[in-house]
């Protein structure tokens, strides 16, 4: 009785095994297109938008430089300027080795944030900073290819003018070519920001 189940089993196991490998073969024939994962990560990508000085940018603009990407709006009350002050103090630390690094703004507000608005946000910043706006259909495509989510607050939704936005609050590190390298949540210090960037320099 022993030997007769573990042949049925043994006899299961060859099935299954052969079951495999025509699976394989049928999915894999030639012509099948195989998808390969590349190991990198999917943040970054083509954009077109609109600089603080009204001059039309895309993302091979700024290639040559390591690029620190952050998204947010210039309403915002907490966040966003807590989160470019520490952005400007790793600059800061960084003293002239920041000359090889654009700090990035993009909005995520672009209704309010307007070319003037935005000049006038950044100024407050560290001097690099650029900041991007656009129509509504152009954030919308820089933020999904930075997987970036954003939204108007549900009790602001009726308003048009005086409302509050929920957003992603990380700062993505890319490097030279426009290719993700690091990233840093809020919260993280001017001093392991730097000492990070500083790494890939």
Excluded at 13 to 42: C, D, E, F, R, Y
Excluded at 179 to 195: C, E, I, R
Aim: a negative charge.
């Amino acid at each position: 009785m022993r030997t007769r189940l573990v042949a049925i089993i043994i006899l299961g196991l060859l099935s299954g095994g052969m079951l495999s490998v025509v699976w394989i073969w049928m999915n894999h024939s030639p012509g099948t297109t195989v998808q390969q994962v590349s190991g990198k990560a999917l943040i970054g990508g083509p954009f077109e938008l609109t600089d603080h000085r009204g001059q039309k940018v895309t993302d091979k603009s700024f290639l040559g430089k390591l690029m620190l990407v952050s998204f947010g709006y210039t309403y915002c009350p907490d966040v966003c300027p807590a989160g470019l002050q520490t952005i400007s103090a790793a600059l800061d630390q960084l003293g002239s080795k920041s000359d090889e690094l654009t700090p990035i703004f993009v909005t995520i507000d672009p209704n309010r944030d307007n070319v003037s608005q935005m000049a006038d946000y950044v100024s407050h910043f560290h001097k690099d900073f650029v900041g991007l706006t656009g129509s509504d259909d152009e954030i919308k495509t820089v933020a999904k290819a930075y997987r970036v989510f954003y939204s108007k607050a549900k009790e602001d939704e009726g308003s048009n003018t005086d409302y509050l936005m929920n957003h992603s609050s990380i700062v993505y590190l890319m490097d030279r070519e426009g290719q993700y390298l690091t990233h840093f949540s809020f919260g993280t210090s001017p001093d392991k920001m730097a000492a990070r960037i500083n790494s890939y320099l």
